[in-house]
């Protein structure tokens, strides 16, 4: 595959380097034209006189520039993974930063030669266009055109998972050790940020990928026929991603979960693992255990509590649902995130060397992003009557830290960071016990803060993540830049809104047809 990339990527150069070229001289073509309608001949035929020897002796050079900072601005490489709407944005910066090179290059080089200001702003047009137009061609690539539905035939019943929300943070190393201790998996995602985390296992023989929303009642439907067991992780992730988009959020986090319950029952699906977050005990200063009230501070919260209640009110003698409240995750991942606290902090302190803590002494409970993905294996390979209807915190005590202390081992690490201190509003502090997945189901987590820090290190060092700040690592700023998505049919809209109503019982809302799987 790396091969196969990497001529996709030679063949995409040289069409690039082609388009430049055609580009300048259409560019050329209509700025002489115009010149032309607006009476200025003169002009238009200095302009091609000149032309020629401009484009021999400094155009053709000078256009190298562009293919080099196309291939540093991730056009031949980590765009090519990326959703259609930010792989546009990500070519149109690209394209503009080539042009401002070039253009200064120019200037700098042969500034009595200077290309006619006319055509320069022609060409630049022409070639973000061009190029982005290329982009979207690329992506039809057989590695990106897959198809919304699955082709693949529907597996049996017998040691098949779905996955929702299978290319994400911790979805994408679900998947792998799925794939790897022998589960065929079915893997649903609306891919919102590429195919970039699930790149190397696309070709899996024991991987059925659907790409389609898990808002789409037709497309749930025939995903989760002929699976046995369903893990859910498709959420708008924290609490400011969720504000910039609170309908969306509600619908993805809340309502497409309880439309998912209803399908799963009615497909005899048996076990429904869903992932929560530790962020639904809210502000607390005791020990919060399974049995501690909930104080949601936030929309994310709130949308994990409702979700939680609306699959235990479900259990029944066939549908068994677990919940895992997550402590807070961290390390590296095929879809890394820098809009998590270790994360970003680590990256700050690399590349900074300043860290700035928020209400330092607030606590938070911790948890590697491997062994939060181990904890839904565990959980679907335990008893079946051991976590039926069962809430479990997934963390561990070692791993308890005040935002002050997590900074001080970042320090261990980056020696020369300077921490600065910050008070704000946010009041969330919370304590975790995670006694009762270690005592009932043997859950240990493996992984701690310090191993998490050096291979967030490591990953940046070696260059396997760009730029921490781009806003492919960030929920909240990648949404406010690729905007909402739409339904893909209005009743998808009306079913929502119904599911989304946590007043009505679940009786009193859509029913949902299905076909019992056999």
Known sequence: MFRSNLRNAAWRMLADFALIHACIIIALALAVTSYTILGREESARLITAYFPSYYLRFFWPLSAVFPVVFFFAGLYTRSRTYTTRYRALLTLRGAGLAVLIFLAANYLMFRQDLVSRSVAIWFSVLLAGGLTGLGLLAARSPLESKPSGSKKPHRTRQNT?????????????????????????????????????????????DLDLIVGDCRNIQTVVGAVRGVDTIIDLAAIVGDPACEEDRQTALETNYAATRMLIEIAKGCGIQRFIFASSCSVYGATDVMADEESAVYPISLYAQTKVDSEQALLRAKNEVFHPTVLRLATVFGYSWRPRFDLVVNLLTAKALQEGVITIYNGEQW??????????????????????????????????????????????IRQVFPETRIEHIENSDRRNYRVSFSKIQNQLGFECKRTLEQGILELKQALEEKKIGDYREIYYDNKKFLQAIGTSPYADDIDGRIMAAFASSLAPAEDLVSVPVERSV
């Open 161 to 205: 998972v779905l996955v929702v929300g299978g290319a994400g943070y911790i979805g994408s190393i679900v998947v792998r050790r799925l794939l790897e201790s022998g589960a065929k998996v079915r893997l649903l995602d609306r891919l919102v940020y590429g195919y970039s985390a699930i790149d190397g296992i696309l070709s899996h023989p």
């Open 364 to 409: 938070r409970p911790f948890i590697h992003v491997h062994d939060a993905a181990e904890a839904f294996l565990h959980v679907r390979n335990a008893p079946l009557g051991v976590v039926s209807g069962q809430v479990f915190n997934v963390g561990t005590p070692k791993l308890n830290y005040t935002l002050s202390q997590v900074a001080e081992k």
